[in-house]
């Protein structure tokens, strides 16, 4: 789980710059007499902020389900086998949805190929 954390901010950090979709370039270059600063807009700052502090947060959380789960496995079994049932429910209910599609999906391709009438002749 943290691991997946850790690639979604990975991934996501590239999705923190917020800038209008008629921006050139991420940077503007501000030249000085002595050097050259990168100046970042504080939209940029703040998306990256909340996505970090989003990501920190879902770890403490796992951290605290995690350590839930373990502490109800071994005192009563019985709880645990009907959290767990609870906690794969919308899991098992995602999978028949996407079954369902992919079925009618084929059927619908199926159908389009087959021909509906007998040629004209």
């Avoid at 645990?80 to 919308?90: C, E």
């Amino acid at each position: 789980m943290k691991s997946l954390l850790a690639l979604v901010l990975a991934v996501l950090s590239v999705v923190t710059f917020a800038a209008t979709p008629n921006t050139h370039r991420p940077h503007r270059h501000v030249s000085t007499p002595r050097k050259t600063e990168i100046v970042v807009p504080w939209k940029t700052v703040a998306a990256g902020g909340a996505a970090a502090g989003t990501i920190i947060a879902a770890y403490k959380v796992s951290d605290g389900v995690e350590d839930g789960i373990k502490t109800v496995a071994k005192e009563n079994p019985e709880a645990f086998a009907d959290s767990l049932s609870v906690l794969t429910w919308p899991v098992s209910w995602a999978a028949l949805v996407l079954f369902l599609l992919v079925y009618y999906w084929i059927w619908r391709v199926l159908i389009r190929r087959t021909p509906t009438s007998t040629p004209k002749g």
